[in-house]
T-cell receptor, first 116, second 111 residues
Framework: DTEVTQTPKHLVMGMTNKKSLKCEQH?????MYWYKQKAKKPPELMFV???????INESVPSRFSPECPNSSLLNLHLHALQPEDSALYLC???????????????FGSGTRLTVV | KQEVTQIPAALSVPEGENLVLNCSFT??????LQWFRQDPGKGLTSLLL?????REQTSGRLNASLDKSSGRSTLYIAASQPGDSATYLC??????????FGEGTQLTVNP
């Protein structure tokens, strides 16, 4: 299995809703990432989990809450979002944090989030 | 701070043409460089990863080169096809597990 699986593929939520995005990989990767991507822009890093511990939070608002229940799963809990949070949310993994040499990043297909 | 630049921002070519996408980076102390493809509204698909000790990597019609000393990488696509139409992103790992992306090249291959 060489994939990162994200669910759901599409999500529409109101500003008072609570929802979660899920990400799963079975490649034995020990680093997992959440990225946010707006239209026609490159992905922007939100969070990094290294060996199931949060290692980087890029000053993301607290309405986004990441969770890493185990080495294969990564969740992003959403609460009280704003319309400007509408974007493509991408999960990624790498064999180790800061992959060197022949190790790279594997991305999922993303969740298209619309906040209404 | 690592900065990655991609030129051109957009490219439109007729089918069958060979083409080159360019990527430059400011800090030559990189471990590797990765080229991705992104279709509209989709995730990133890794095309090629080229290690800092390598000069070239090839996969099918794709060839990526790396010149660390000059801070440049190119992605060569041979005999382009309409199915190659997508945005191509180059990225390098930076400090703290951050992946620094260029702004991308939007490629359109016309039948």
């Amino acid at each position: 299995d060489t994939e990162v699986t994200q669910t759901p593929k599409h999500l529409v939520m109101g500003m008072t809703n609570k929802k979660s995005l899920k990400c799963e990989q079975h490649m034995g990767h020990r680093a997992m990432y959440w990225y946010k991507q707006k239209a026609k822009k490159p992905p922007e890093l939100m969070f990094v989990y290294s060996y199931e511990k949060l290692s980087i939070n890029e000053s993301v608002p607290s309405r986004f809450s990441p969770e890493c229940p185990n080495s294969s799963l990564l969740n992003l809990h959403l609460h009280a979002l704003q319309p400007e949070d509408s974007a493509l949310y991408l999960c990624a993994s790498s064999q180790v944090p800061l992959p060197t040499g022949n190790y790279g990043y594997t991305f999922g297909s993303g969740t298209r989030l619309t906040v209404v | 701070k690592q900065e990655v630049t991609q030129i051109p921002a957009a490219l439109s070519v007729p089918e069958g043409e060979n083409l080159v996408l360019n990527c430059s980076f400011t800090d030559s102390a990189i471990y590797n460089l990765q080229w991705f493809r992104q279709d509209p509204g989709k995730g990133l698909t890794s095309l090629l990863l080229i290690q800092s000790s390598q000069r070239e990597q090839t996969s099918g019609r794709l060839n990526a080169s790396l010149d660390k000393s000059s801070g440049r990488s190119t992605l060569y696509i041979a005999a382009s096809q309409p199915g190659d139409s997508a945005t191509y992103l180059c990225a390098v790992p930076a400090s703290g597990s951050r992946l620094t992306f260029g702004e991308g090249t939007q490629l359109t291959v016309n039948p």
